[in-house]
């Protein structure tokens, strides 16, 4: 069965997302953080990706924790 990872939210600093990233672990969700921030400026986003099947409640999850 091949795992379809997505973007489920786009956040500007490092620390918010490993913050959704420990909500989602907490609610037995996995996800994978992914920087692409520029490494001198720091402009761009740090995605989070979760699979596919777990998305819609990730998302609810994220907003519940007030994460956007």
């Known amino acids: 069965m091949e795992d379809i ?3 489920i939210i786009s956040v500007g600093q490092q620390y918010i ?5 420990d ?7 996995a996800s994978v ?5 520029d490494s001198t400026y ?9 699979d596919r099947e777990y998305a819609i409640r990730a998302k609810h999850i994220l907003e ?3 994460i956007t």
Do not use: S
């Open 23 to 29: 909500i989602l672990y907490q609610e037995g969700i």
């Open 33 to 37: 953080i992914v920087n692409k921030q």
């Open 5 to 7: 990872w997505i973007n």
């Open 42 to 50: 720091l402009f761009g986003d740090i995605e989070i990706y979760v």
């Open 17 to 21: 997302a490993e913050m959704a990233k």
């Open 64 to 66: 519940k924790a007030n």
